[in-house]
Structure formats: structure tokens, C-alpha cells
């Protein structure tokens, strides 16, 4: 079942929210008329009542109730209205009673008393209309003689008028709901023109044309947020976008290079018959090449996993002083080859996982090996602070323009346009180093100024150990 629009929930909300208030004003309303109807008969039905009790304390008219009883019939107002006189416990003198009503037990009013409208008493006749009674004693010329007067009316006109009164609320509720329906909705649909332009512009952002933006001049203030958002999520995917571009075509330019060599060198060598000597040397060659095409798998293979959200690392307190010296002692010899010296500095403990820290720290010494101006010497330094650790790699080389060192850390970015060395590096090595700080919530730097190029490790103090 399809959903209605949010058009068509908010008219329909306001329709609602409409007819609750004009059922509740037409509540108030049919109650006040009701209950000012209900005075007015009752002051008429005592009004009448205190006259007649008035006019039988004269002797002269108490006569008349024997001879002429009918000439008190006029005083009741209508057909369905109730008279009743008489001494009580004997017959009525009086019993005015057109409509065949039962004569109701009302508890009488005294004689000396005045009668309050108050002392009216309510009912329902069998069918459901409603009846109003009410009974008072007045004293005859005669001492210790009392007539009882007692007078009812049915409430029919009463009942009509309310009838249609509440029939007139209903229909005007429901044709100003109606009403008031048709016109939110039209109101709530040029409410959200501008949503819908804003929809039509971003149906129409695709992969050629990320750069676009929203325009939200004449859109509400209510839009402003969303917008904005849609317009950072936009960046973010340009960005993205962009640098997966710029992987793709670096991946195809470095797998190109060994995987053409490896073409190439396999091709002359079964041009003609070679000598084993040859075959080796081709092999030995094609062995590196391939060892270089496994290392950049593997690195692709890491950073590819390091971006999923269920990645854990398995962290401890290390020993800052072994780590260096462990990855010292490795590169020792590698470092002696070109020239170079590697110390140490610094002691402490960092919170770090044991593998992906030492990896880290063989990427970095590797590159400042690879780069360092020889001969010279690369130190590796630890400095403790309130915010965490920082693990330093410097070596004196070349400087790094100041472009250069934010983009170090993507993926198959060198410094180097010309791609020189190619065969000995990937491109990853410190994207990998960005990964691993990642996944330690740290970050990594580098600096390049006076001649020293100096990569940071910044590891945050754990929040718990």
C-alpha cells in the first residue's frame, strides 16, 4: 500500500487539528444554550407555579377552582404541561394533564417559604424527554388548610431546538473541516515547491558533474540545515570520487611498470635460445618484480580491510625504548649499505598494538633510509606529553615543499613527480602509516624545514587501559 505524501499527512493533520477546535467550540457553545434554555423554562414553570399560589390564597378564587377548574388551563402554555390541585391525601380539585403524563412525586415547597427555581426537579419520560416538576404549599382563608400545587412540562420544544442546534454544529464543523482540508492542502503543496526544487537539483547531480551545489536562496529557513548537509555530503563524495580516480590511475601506472617489464623481459627471452646464465638473470629479475606486485597487493589488501568499521586492534602498553631498538637492529644493516647512522632517543611506554606499531615505525625508518642525504644520521625520538605520546622519525634530506606534505600521506603520492626508484617503492608505505594511527584514534605529521624532514606519530592517552 503506498504511503500518502507528506503533503497530503500535514492537510489531513490540520483538517483534524480543525475540526477538534470547532467541535470543541461548538461543545461550549451547545452547552451555554442548553443551559440557558434550562433557566429560562424553569424561571417560566416557577413563575407560573408562585402565580397560581399566589391567586388561590383569595377565598374568591378558591371558589372558582370548584366551579370553573378549566379556567386555570390557560395558565400552563402549552399542551404538554402538567396541573395538578388539591388538598394532599384527598383528590385533586384540579388535574390538568393533556398529554397523559404521571403525575410525578415532587417534594413540596412549604407555604411560607419562597419558591426557588432551585426547587424544580428533572426527569426523562419514557421516551427519552426531558421533564421538569415542581410542587409548593399555600395556606387557604380557612386555618390549617393547605392546597398543594404541582406543575411539570414536557421539554419538547427544548429538545427540538437542541436537536437542530447540534445538527447546524456538525455540518458547519464538517464543511469548515473540509474546507479547511482543501485549503492546507493547497497552501502545504506551494509550502513545498521549494523541496521539490531541491530534489529536482539533486536528481540531476551525478558523476559528471559532482561540483554542483544546491541552490537554497528562496528556499525556507527550515531547509537551511539540510541543504548545508546535502551540500558537505556532496564535497565529501567529490572528494572521494576524486581520489579514487587518482588511486585507480596510480594503481594502473605502478602495476603497469613491473608487469610490463615482466612482458618485455619474458618476450626477449623467447626470441631465440639463451643461456642458462641468462635464464637466471631473467628469473632473478622477474622474481623481484614479482615480489614488488605481492607487496603492493598486500598493502592494498591492509588498507582496504583498516577501512572497515569491525577492523579491532589488539592494544597493550609497549616499551618505547625496545620498539626502537628492535627496529633499529633490523634496518642497521640497510642503513650501513647507504652511509647512515640510526639512534635512538627517549624512553616511556605508548598504548598500542604491538604489530601495527612496529609497522608503522619500519615505514617510516624505510622512507627516511630511502630519502636521508648521506652520510648522516636518523633519529628516532619519543616525547611524552599531557595529550599522549609522540613518536618522532627525523633524517636530514632535501626539503619537502610546503604543497607536498599534506598530500604525503595518500595512497600512491610521492614527492617525486618524475617516479623515480619506482621499483623499490609503492606509493603506500605512509598511507599505511595515516591507517594504523587511524585505527589508534592518533594521527601522524610530517615536517620538512632547515634541511630535516621529521615524520610524528601521535598516540592519545587511552582512555582505558
Not at 628469473?283 to 591492509?302: A, C, G, H, I, Y
Amino acid at each position: 500500500m503506498k504511503r500518502p505524501s507528506l503533503t497530503t499527512r500535514l492537510a489531513l493533520l490540520f483538517a483534524l487539528l480543525c475540526m477538534a477546535v470547532l467541535g470543541a467550540v461548538g461543545l461550549v457553545l451547545y452547552r451555554g444554550l442548553e443551559t440557558q434554555l434550562t433557566l429560562r423554562d424553569d424561571a417560566a414553570l416557577v413563575t407560573r407555579v408562585e402565580q397560581i399560589r399566589t391567586l388561590l390564597q383569595d377565598s374568591t378564587t378558591l371558589q372558582l377552582v370548584y366551579d370553573k377548574p378549566r379556567l386555570f388551563e390557560n395558565m400552563l402554555g402549552n399542551r404538554e404541561a402538567l396541573l395538578v390541585v388539591g388538598f394532599p391525601g384527598q383528590p385533586p380539585l384540579i388535574e390538568i394533564n393533556p398529554a397523559g403524563i404521571a403525575i410525578p412525586d415532587v417534594v413540596p415547597v412549604a407555604s411560607n417559604a419562597t419558591l426557588p427555581i432551585a426547587a424544580v426537579q428533572r426527569s426523562v419520560d419514557p421516551h427519552g424527554t426531558p421533564f421538569a416538576a415542581v410542587a409548593a404549599n399555600t395556606r387557604m382563608g380557612e386555618p390549617g388548610r393547605e392546597l398543594r400545587i404541582t406543575a411539570g412540562r414536557l421539554m419538547s420544544e427544548r429538545s427540538r431546538i437542541l436537536a437542530n442546534y447540534r445538527q447546524q454544529i456538525f455540518w458547519m464543523s464538517l464543511g469548515a473541516t473540509l474546507l479547511a482540508a482543501g485549503v492546507a492542502f493547497i497552501l502545504v503543496r506551494r509550502g513545498m515547491r521549494p523541496l521539490a526544487a531541491l530534489a529536482a537539483q539533486a536528481a540531476s547531480i551525478g558523476v559528471d558533474n559532482l561540483a554542483t551545489r544546491l541552490e537554497a536562496a528562496d528556499a525556507p529557513s527550515e531547509l537551511a540545515p539540510l541543504t548545508t548537509s546535502f551540500n558537505a555530503m556532496l564535497a565529501r563524495l567529490a572528494a572521494g570520487f576524486t581520489r579514487l580516480s587518482q588511486v585507480t590511475e596510480d594503481m594502473a601506472h605502478d602495476l603497469r611498470t613491473p608487469i610490463g617489464t615482466l612482458l618485455g623481459q619474458t618476450e626477449v627471452a623467447l626470441g631465440q635460445a639463451r643461456s642458462a646464465a641468462y635464464y637466471h638473470g631473467i628469473l632473478v629479475s622477474n622474481q623481484e618484480e614479482l615480489q614488488r606486485l605481492s607487496r603492493m597487493t598486500d598493502n592494498m589488501l591492509f588498507l582496504a580491510r583498516a577501512e572497515h568499521a569491525d577492523t579491532m586492534i589488539e592494544p597493550a602498553w609497549l616499551d618505547v625504548g625496545a620498539e626502537f631498538a628492535r627496529v633499529a637492529d633490523y634496518f642497521e644493516g640497510l642503513a650501513e649499505d647507504r652511509g647512515l647512522a640510526i639512534t635512538c632517543a627517549g624512553a616511556g611506554h605508548v598504548w598500542g598494538d604491538p604489530m601495527l606499531l612496529r609497522r608503522a615505525l619500519a615505514n617510516l625508518l624505510a622512507n627516511a633510509i630511502h630519502y636521508a642525504a648521506a652520510p648522516s644520521t636518523i633519529t628516532l625520538s619519543a616525547q611524552h606529553g599531557a595529550a599522549g605520546m609522540a613518536l618522532a622519525v627525523e633524517n636530514a634530506g632535501p626539503q619537502i615543499a610546503a604543497d607536498q606534505l599534506a598530500r604525503l600521506f595518500d595512497r600512491f603520492y610521492r614527492a617525486d613527480t618524475a617516479r623515480q626508484g619506482s621499483a623499490q617503492s609503492s606509493g603506500l608505505g605512509l598511507s599505511i602509516v595515516h591507517t594504523i594511527m587511524a585505527l589508534h584514534r592518533g594521527s601522524a605529521a610530517a615536517d620538512s624545514s632547515d634541511g630535516k624532514n621529521r615524520f610524528t606519530l601521535y598516540f592519545p592517552v587511552p582512555q582505558a587501559a
